[in-house]
């Protein structure tokens, strides 16, 4: 697959492998995800979290499930390292916009790891619809995951790109989210998702790393947002972050604004 960095493709490949050979109801403890997405955030995260107004709502929202044996939050051992960093990054988001969870019809996320960020946003209240788009053995994860975790929720898993686009550019008032997705995969691959998006969704939930394989994506992103005009931007550095040596990550919000 050329839209996808050669890097993603041997992570696909080697989850693929463990999703056949290996326990997957311990999954969260296969290397492959330690490595990718399950991590380990400072205690800072959590307290930013328990300063939240309704820190009630997440409190209820970031307890774990067993599924997939994920490994408790030493400090809060109700809850995981990644569920907790998941609910920290959508926290920033939410009260940088106006954006209301309950009230959307549809989220699209592009690059959903193994499906936490779903699972936590239907824990807060969201009741529509949720469609991924992501590799193959990815998809699998997430069928697995959000199948014996979401109660039978209305999510549509996607791995061509013509479906996901289409959908996309169909409708709006909808979210986008793409957590360091997009700024691992191929330039042209992402202007067309960016193209889509920004023909019609209303919010924008973007983090990506300054630089990755040599890529400035700080220059790619500062660039897209130079010449997107109809959204309001808020971009800034993620507090407390620091993972995998890939520099200052950042998040990058977006808000249509509306004529």
């Known amino acids: 697959m050329k839209d996808v960095r050669p890097t993603w493709q041997e992570y696909n490949d080697v989850i693929a492998k463990q999703i056949v050979d290996d326990d997957i109801s311990k999954f969260t403890n296969w290397d492959v995800i330690r490595l990718t997405m399950f991590c380990f955030p400072p205690a800072s995260v959590l307290q930013h979290l328990q300063c939240l107004a ?14 997939g044996e994920p490994e408790p939050y030493k400090s809060y051992p109700q ?9 920290y990054h959508l926290s920033h988001f939410l009260l940088r916009t106006k954006c209301n969870l309950k009230s959307l019809k549809t989220i699209y996320e592009f690059g959903a790891g193994y499906g936490c960020m779903c699972r936590l946003i239907y824990n807060l209240g969201f009741s529509g619809k949720y469609v991924i788009k992501d590799l193959p053995a990815l998809l699998e994860l997430q069928r697995y995951y959000l199948g014996a975790t979401t109660n039978n929720r ?13 959908q996309i550019s169909e409708e709006w008032d909808n979210l986008f989210i793409a957590m360091w997705s997009l700024s691992e995969v191929a330039v042209e691959f992402r202007e067309r998702i960016l193209r889509a998006v920004c023909s019609g969704t209303k919010y924008i939930f973007l983090i990506y790393q300054t630089v990755y394989e040599n890529f400035d994506n700080k220059m790619f992103f500062s660039d897209f947002v130079r010449t997107i005009t109809n959204y309001h931007w808020d971009c800034f550095s993620v507090p407390f972050w620091d993972w995998n040596g890939y520099g200052t990550h950042y998040y990058l919000f977006g808000e249509r604004i509306e004529k």
């Open 54 to 67: 309704d820190w009630d709502r997440w409190k209820d929202a970031i307890v774990e499930s067993p599924v």
């Open 79 to 87: 809850s995981s390292g990644n569920l907790i960093a998941q609910a």
């Open 154 to 166: 209305d999510i549509e898993f996607l791995s061509k790109e013509t479906d996901f686009v289409k």
